[in-house]
Nanobody, 119 residues
Framework: QVQLVESGGGLVQAGGSLRLSCTAS?????MGWFRQAPGEEREFVIA????????EYADSVKGRFTVSRDNAKNTVYLQMNSLKPEDSAVYYC???????????????WGQGTQVTVSS
């Protein structure tokens, strides 16, 4: 069992930045970030391999979001720049065996953190 705890969400104006963190009880997993807006399905945002050498990005966040990890701290970071109101959602981190964009392949999930972008 892997425990995941997200932090760093909040309210920001459009064009601003936020950095989310996800601290895990183990670093031996690929890590993904997903988001879910009210009334919408949870969607893939970004993911990083356990080594940090490979990443995957949703088209909607390319050029604006980046992901990194510090395995010594068991922490993954989601840097979000040039935020838009449509980025508002609950953001979840997840751990899985392989780097993938597919939500059903992630085995462990955090509780989520709210990101709200005002226009």
């Amino acid at each position: 069992q892997v425990q995941l705890v997200e932090s760093g969400g909040g309210l920001v104006q459009a064009g601003g930045s936020l950095r989310l963190s996800c601290t895990a009880s183990s670093s031996n997993y690929a890590m993904g970030w997903f988001r879910q807006a009210p009334g919408e399905e949870r969607e893939f945002v970004i993911a990083i391999s356990w080594s940090g050498s490979s990443t995957e990005y949703a088209d909607s966040v390319k050029g604006r979001f980046t992901v990194s990890r510090d395995n010594a701290k068991n922490t993954v970071y989601l840097q979000m720049n040039s935020l838009k109101p449509e980025d508002s959602a609950v953001y979840y981190c997840a751990a899985g065996v392989h780097l993938t964009t597919m939500i059903w392949k992630y085995d462990y999930w955090g509780q989520g953190t709210q990101v709200t972008v005002s226009s």
